[in-house]
Every structure is written in C-alpha cells, then in structure tokens.
C-alpha cells in the first residue's frame, strides 16, 4: 500500500546541485513526518533530514546543514531535497522514509554521485 519512489540523482561535480524527489502514495501524506536518508558505499544509512508533516519544522544532520534544504508539497503527495554545494562524501544512494505504526517503509533509492 504505501509507495515511496525517489527520483532526481545522478552524476554531479563538485559544488554543483541536484534536486531530489519523492512521490508518495498509500497513505496520508500531509499528516505524515518525512525523512531523508543516505547510504554511501560500506557505511551505515544515515539521517540527513527532517521535516514535520506540515513542513513547519526541519532538522538536518551537521553534514549537510547550510548546503541541503528539505521541503515538501503536500498537495502533490511530494517530498523535495535541494541539494547545493555537493561534496564528494555526499555520494550515496539516497532514499525517502515514513514511520507508520510499527514499521518504516523506504523507496528504491536514487544515486548521488559528486565526481571530478
């Protein structure tokens, strides 16, 4: 039931930015608090951001803060990561969440690669 599909990575060189998004489907969207994560290459997911249903609140790890903004557009069931000034360690697969009840649901993924 519950859907999450990541789109917008890809290949990107130092400094330069992508947009990421996410559409969602199967379960309210607007009520819902939504997380960013990322997965680099032999190394734990980890949290990149946050943002309450309403997108009234945000939170994002140290890493990114000042270079990414989550947003989110809860008319179109879409999730937003505005991605600047990429660094090469920001490579990673990275996927949308939701906690619902008991259970965390995850999309496929997209890939960021910063590369010279």
């Known amino acids: 039931q519950v859907q999450l599909v990541e789109s917008g990575g890809g290949l990107v060189q130092p400094g330069g930015s992508l947009r990421l998004s996410c559409a969602a489907s199967g379960f309210t969207f607007s009520s819902s608090n939504m997380r960013w994560y990322r997965q680099a290459p032999g190394k734990e997911r980890e949290l990149v951001a946050f943002?309450?249903?309403?997108?009234?609140?945000?939170v994002y790890a140290d890493s990114v803060k000042g270079r990414f903004t989550i947003s989110r557009d809860n008319h179109k069931n879409a999730l937003y990561l505005q991605m600047n000034s990429l660094k090469p360690e920001d490579t990673a697969v990275y996927y949308c969440n939701v906690l619902r009840g008991p259970n965390m649901y995850w999309g496929q993924g997209t890939q960021v690669t910063v590369s010279s």
């Open positions: 943002i309450s249903s309403a997108g009234g609140n945000t």
